[in-house]
């Protein structure tokens, strides 16, 4: 159990490029589990220390993250070109800052040198006693990371999750991106599974590039059914009309939760009565099915959702 293994919620991670003012404030007003700061892919070499300052500011003038976001974090350059050092070193000491975004993570020795330059930049944060680490989340984007998904997981123990790449990791593959997504069905499958291995509490997938009119919609729709029936648990947003739906749909559904409640209650009274495997529905409930139960209700009061109503409501189901 790494540092950041705790509950973590990412179901939409929102990129706002760092070299648009605009942006930067009206990202302020958004509600979004994350909003991630871009410093890479959408800011021109030549404008990165600029946008790189005008971050810093940003986020200094930010007395506390807004209600709406719970989390604040920024995507610096990869460790393989030369902004990233000074990526970190304007922007670690920051406490606005929760978490670092890696691209191009192709082995292990990228997150050991975020994690060397934190610990040095922001010593106070990352003692072997502190309980609010800036946390790492590692985009695998290459066939070279993909072959190299264990160690990876076990390099930092500030990691906190794994974005699938989907555009670079075509690039990288001589892939030819379809509606279908079937050409990347290896990749995030060891993407979740990794993550899941290394009980990372957050996996990202592929940015869906279409979200305008209703065919993008349906489009953003079928691919977060797609990604949450793989293992993802979020999924990279390029607009922030994408954010309600991925959330939405990323969150445990209303029947989904109730019979998770249902089976939270009746599954306590099994217990009391020493019954290890009951039937529900006509369904049998035992260990495992319960344990996912449980992990529905946490996430649905995460959500916030009101499940103490469903408790409620339910108190006096019965194990069959």
């Not at 000491?93 to 934190?118: E, G, M, Y």
């Not at 060891?190 to 209703?214: F, H, N, Q």
């Amino acid at each position: 159990m790494t540092a950041t293994s705790s509950a973590i919620l990412r179901r939409a991670l929102l990129y706002v490029p760092a070299s648009s003012p605009r942006m930067l404030t009206k990202s302020l007003g958004l509600t979004s589990d994350n909003v991630t700061y871009d410093l890479e892919d959408s800011v021109t070499p030549t404008a990165k220390p600029q946008a790189r300052i005008a971050l810093r500011d940003h986020l200094a003038s930010i007395s506390s993250r807004p209600s709406t976001i719970r989390e604040l974090a920024v995507r610096i350059n990869a460790v393989e070109t030369p902004f990233a050092l000074d990526d970190l070193t304007v922007l670690a000491n920051l406490p606005q800052v929760d978490a670092i975004v890696i691209p191009k993570v192709n082995s292990a020795s990228d997150l050991t040198f975020v994690t060397d330059a934190l610990r040095h930049l922001s010593p106070d944060r990352h003692s072997s006693s502190s309980a609010n680490p800036i946390k790492l989340i590692a985009l695998i984007e290459s066939a070279r990371a993909l072959t190299d998904l264990s160690s990876i997981c076990r390099a930092s123990p500030y990691l906190s999750g794994l974005i699938f790449a989907a555009e670079d990791f075509a690039l990288d593959m001589s892939l030819t991106r379809t509606p279908s997504l079937s050409e990347f069905l290896y990749a995030r499958s060891a993407i979740a599974t990794a993550a899941r291995a290394a009980s990372l509490p957050s996996t990202i997938d592929l940015v869906c590039t279409s979200y305008r009119g209703e065919e993008g919609l349906g489009r953003l729709e079928e691919e977060c059914l797609g990604g949450k029936a793989m293992g993802f648990n979020g999924k990279q947003c390029i607009h922030p009309s994408q954010v309600e739906m991925v959330q939405r749909l990323f969150a445990p559904g209303e029947k989904e939760v109730e019979r998770a409640v249902r089976i939270v209650i009746a599954d306590a009274k099994a217990a009391r009565a020493g019954r290890g495997a009951w039937t529900l529905d006509g369904a049998m409930i035992d260990v495992p099915v319960v344990g996912r139960a449980k992990a529905i209700v946490s996430k649905a009061e995460g959500c916030g959702m009101d499940v103490e109503k469903l408790m409620d409501k339910w108190k006096d189901e019965e194990p069959e």
